[in-house]
């Protein structure tokens, strides 16, 4: 960790909570003046790059020197902005950079197939905005900036989602409905916290939680915490707020569903793990009530009735889709437990299905570029002629089943575990029967990946194998391979799950 | 009853609008006019807070007569270090002149500046993307663009 602390200059270090933002900001700018795509994405690069050595350099300044306050432009906190990282936000910082990162190498080739030539700056440029914006979200610790940041990244993600036009237009439908339940989402947000500010006086995370503990809770905190909850759950997908996604997700361009699955719900659901267990504090009654009854049950809804759907499904991205619904409904339960074995399950799941998702979508984008494949029945026989995206495939889809050897089995085991601390038998015969569901549709996937004779070509011989892109099999196998070292090595991120869950629950 | 309903007489035309926004966007099969709506709800919103901020007899946050903080300081500290009765006579009433002043408060203001910017660029994406909803489809009501979709999904499945 101290080599982690010492990789900049101490003069960048201090200022590294800013700059984790403002990089990726003003790099959008700079990509948009970009003439061809392929520059643009090298500033895009280089700006992954500097994100993903920032947010290692944050961890280790967090975990020497704990919590980093930065206050922003000079002014004081609790009145001026303030950018605050903690143990709960580090992984998230973590997830975003290096997760990211990888998309970005994944991105040249798919979104060269994807997007027209002349908007390829344009596009990502919206995309380091969406980018700066979901790292705004998460290094925050201001609960307006929370919304501005929140809209700074819906608003460039709805354009990006929409530019899956090129290959279907009904990614402008999609992004259409998202912008519209988006919105309401943030609003409703908003509206929760300005009835905190009306309660507190103060807009700042931690100020807030220490009036409100101070002052008790009133109605109007209760009405905040729902529009809160309410709000943050249409950004996560949570259960029945979820109807955006499963179109977005499968017509947004192929780099851009990879991007969002492993990152956008995420930090949507940290900064409801934010609000509820920092500003609003699990022991008072009506939170503990809901999470009882409205995140765990719900959640557990969610595991049974979005696995449900998956297994219907054509699309092969809509199924993920849904699958993405479920296993949010796996944080929700864990989130619902109340307890830090809940709380850190929540967040181990959390980052462990961003490694499932980005490998498993750019598995997915991989058979879309080669063949152009976007439908379960049309994946048939792709394990004879793409071996290794199929493998990379594989293996992160057994980690969406949780099977053993995968780190899916390690979040599963740890939420089991916290379940049965808890008591509560009837999560756990939910968590196995939804894993059954998981491995029904993914079943599909696989045997018709695996099992069925590809579609003989015109001329009645089998398509030879066609090896994807190094840029698109790096990142790939990369998370794929990170689903089971992960399993051997479970300590890095189970510690970083606990050290969150600690930080606040532990009080502070 | 009533008595509690007028004294929050300003959050009436709030939760109309808001509740009026909120209806269009679901009632609605028109993607412009379901924008319309979500402007609306949006609107509410920044009524809600520039409404809060308004404090009862409280004048405009803006620093107005020869009232200056360093001065009153001053006053209150001559009034503690020397005992002259006339020195203390001045101090306190600066001291009080300035507790007297209720200002409104200017933040929710300011943030709802930073709100409706929001606002104007979700209204124009949205606007850009019915634009280009309208050029592929030839039409911007649900009804007909989730028919058009259905014809997509049968006719490529074939």
Known sequence: MDMLASLLPAGIAVHAPALIVVIPLIMAAVAALMPRGIFAWGVTLVTAIAVAVLSLNILGQVSTGGVISYAMGGWLPPVGIELRVDMLNVPLLLLVGIVGLLCVIYALPSVADEIAKKQQSLFYSAFLVCFAGLLGVTITGDAFNVFVFLEISSISTYTIIAMGAGKDRRALTASYNYLVLGTIGATFFVIGVGFLYMATGTLNIADMAAVLEQNGHDRVTQAAFAFIVVGLGLKAAMFPLHVWLPNAYAFAPNFVTAFLASTATKVAFYALIRFVFSVFHPEVSFVAMSFTWLFAVVGVIAMMVASVQAVFQTDARRLLAYSSVAQVGYMMLGLGMGTAAGLSASMLHLMNHALMKGALFMALGAFALNFGVRRVKDLAGLGQTMPASSAAFTVASLSLVGVPLTVGFTSKWYLVTAALERGWWWAVAALMISSLLALAYVARLLSAIWMETPPAGKAGVAPARRLAPWMVLAPMSLLAFANIYFFFHADPLVGLARAAANAVMGGN | ?158
């Open chain 2, 1 to 158: 009853m009533l008595e509690i309903i007028l004294e929050r007489f300003n959050y009436i035309p709030i939760i109309i609008l808001m509740m009026t926004g909120l209806y269009v966007v679901i009632a609605t099969g028109n993607l412009v006019k379901r924008l319309v709506g979500l402007s609306l709800f949006q609107t509410s919103v920044f009524l809600l807070y520039i409404t809060m901020g308004k404090v009862f007899g409280g004048q405009p946050p803006i620093i107005v007569g020869d009232y200056h903080g360093e001065d009153a300081g001053h006053g209150a500290e001559a009034a503690a270090g020397h005992a002259a009765e006339a020195a203390a006579g001045h101090g306190a009433e600066a001291a009080q002149h300035a507790a007297e002043i209720a200002y409104s408060n200017p933040l929710p203001h300011v943030l709802i500046l930073t709100a409706i910017v929001v606002g104007v660029a979700t209204l124009a994406v949205g606007l850009a993307l019915v634009v280009r909803i309208r050029e592929a489809y030839g039409t911007i009501e649900d009804d007909a663009l989730n028919a058009a979709d259905y014809s997509l999904e049968t006719g490529s499945a074939e």
